[in-house]
């Protein structure tokens, strides 16, 4: 990665974080619930298994609702920083939680106890930018994409699905080797599906659900 290439990222990073954290609550709130019941039409959404959100920080989309809505055959967790990986865990709201090195929550049981990626069904992955072919721009430490590199040749599950604002959608973004390219971004206006094997997309990549 030229230093060129790293710094363009690094700016691009910081002035999306500052506009999501610019939104007012109303705006967060009303997009939590339009995001959810997008997550909730996608076509591949499980209706049980191993499903796993976040914890929302730095004026992330949330997930609650989406997570108080999900069928009740599915199992909502949350990822736990193991090594250089992530692992997944069950939570409930008024389950116990630690905080990690990056002030996140997330649940408080052993590493022994945790879900291997590959066990999920879904998983909603937060992010900084996406664009209009399914790539994503994290924070830059490459947790999800050293997690789900299986995902970067093979197909789902599980579904690797973006939750973003609107405002985070950007025309292309320069992506490195080692990025995991996303099944599909779900916004508070619309839905768009990524077809990275060669065959139809499971739904038209302009439908909006709102």
């Known amino acids: 990665m030229t230093d060129e290439f790293a710094a363009r990222r690094r700016q691009l990073r910081d002035r999306l974080r500052q506009q999501r954290r610019n939104l007012a609550p109303a705006q967060r709130v009303a997009a939590a619930d339009a995001l959810a019941v997008n997550l909730l039409a996608l076509p591949f959404a499980p209706e049980s298994g191993y499903v796993a959100g976040y914890w929302a920080m730095d004026g992330e989309i949330a ?10 055959q599915c199992i909502y967790c949350l990822p736990v920083l193991d090594g250089e990986h992530l692992g997944f865990a069950p939570w409930r709201p008024g389950d116990p939680l630690v905080t990690n090195r990056y002030g996140i929550p997330e649940p408080d049981v052993s590493r022994s106890s945790l879900l291997r990626p590959q066990a999920m069904a879904l998983v909603v992955v937060p992010l900084v930018a996406f664009d209009l072919q399914g790539a994503r721009l994290g924070m830059g430490a490459g947790w999800y994409d050293r997690s789900f590199a299986f995902r970067k040749n ?30 599909a971004v779900c916004t508070e206006a619309a839905t768009r599906t990524f077809n990275h094997r060669g065959g139809p997309d499971e739904t038209d990549p302009d439908r909006s659900h709102r």
Do not use: E, K, R, Y
Not at 63 to 72: D, E, N
Not at 156 to 179: E, K, M, R, S
């Open 154 to 183: 093979g197909n789902p599950p599980p579904w690797l699905v973006g939750a973003a604002f609107q405002l985070q959608q950007q025309d292309a973004i320069a992506t490195a080797a080692w990025d995991v390219p996303l099944d």
């Open 63 to 72: 997930l609650h609702a989406w997570q108080l809505q999900l069928p009740g």
